[in-house]
């Protein structure tokens, strides 16, 4: 059984990956409008990613005796200036995210939870993939300086990102 605090924790963090699909998919629809579908592309595989973090803490409340409740999503922002400034929102965002682990983690050891915080290892993990995935774009843009060519190259490099759920025992909700 999950104690309260945790439960109120968890449920919150559901709500935190359901605004970061909103985001990423507020994002894709930005990269579509521009005809840049391989930017589009990676960010509809991230909409994926977050389902599937929502769904993994969602599932693991359930599975503790918890309750789920799921709460109002609040609306990402919808302009945005450019794809350099929407993938610095992005590792900014990620970075946040890491922020909210750490603090399920603090909150696990400080109740005494261990299955919770051996739990949350695997996003401990997932946040050093998904903070390096941003960054390097934010770099890689960078480099691009804002030049159609090399963005355009980076748009088809974009295209080839998959979605890849994790095998059952490896991490699958
Ligand atoms: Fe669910 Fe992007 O971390």
């Keep these: ?46 909409v994926q990613e977050e389902m599937l973090h929502a769904t993994k803490f969602y599932n693991y409340i359930l599975d503790r005796g918890g309750q789920v409740k799921l709460m109002s999503i609040d609306g990402p922002p919808t302009s945005f200036e450019s794809a350099l400034g929407i993938f610095e929102m992005a590792y900014a965002h ?39 995935n941003a960054s390097g774009i934010v770099e890689q843009l960078k480099m691009a300086d804002g030049q159609p060519g090399a963005v355009l190259m980076l748009d088809r490099e974009m295209a080839a990102r998959v979605f890849t759920p994790p095998a059952a025992g490896a991490g699958a909700p």
């Design 1 to 46: 059984m999950i104690g309260k605090k945790m439960e109120e924790a968890l449920n919150s963090q559901v709500n935190a990956e359901l605004y970061s699909a909103y985001l990423y998919m507020q994002m894709a629809a930005y990269f579509k409008h521009k005809n840049l579908p391989g930017f589009a592309n990676w960010m509809t595989v991230q």
């Design 94 to 132: 990620e970075q946040k995210v890491t922020g909210l682990i750490n603090n399920l983690v603090n909150l696990a050891i400080e109740q005494k939870d261990h299955a919770a915080n051996m739990f949350m290892q695997w996003f401990v993990n997932e946040q050093v993939e998904e903070e390096a």
